[in-house]
């Protein structure tokens, strides 16, 4: 990876997948890139997706693209990684486990997140 003063901003560095069983509602895809690193879920407008549910809070949780240099790597190797925080009255799910309330927990590639 190149100096992320040489990166495009508006680059897709991670996604997040619809998967079978999810409402239509959702957007089938979600793009996360350096200018576009954080979004909100939940049930008022001003999230950036909005589901329109009793059962979900107003923010429900957050997701954020963080950068940061990979531990013990003499050579500056930079990761980005794709972290989630429940701020829900029932909870946020990832592969049926519940996350912990108002903690960052970062996800793995392939991970199920779900909501209650």
Do not use: Y
Not at 12 to 34: D, E, M, Q, Y
Request: aromatic letters at 4%; one cysteine or more; charged letters at 20%.
């Amino acid at each position: 990876l190149g100096d992320a003063m040489e990166e495009d901003p508006t680059a897709p560095v991670a996604t997040l997948v619809r998967t079978p069983g999810a409402p239509a509602s959702l957007p089938s895809i979600i793009t996360f890139s350096l200018q576009s690193a954080s979004i909100s879920v939940g049930r008022i407008d001003s999230n950036n997706v909005v589901l329109d549910d009793k059962k979900i809070s107003k923010v429900h949780c957050r997701l954020t693209l963080r950068t940061c240099k990979q531990k013990g790597a003499d050579n500056g190797v930079v990761m980005r990684r794709l972290f989630i925080k429940d701020s829900s009255s029932f909870g946020t799910f990832v592969n049926g486990q519940a996350l912990p309330k108002e903690q960052w927990v970062m996800l793995q590639e392939g991970e199920v997140i779900g909501l209650r």
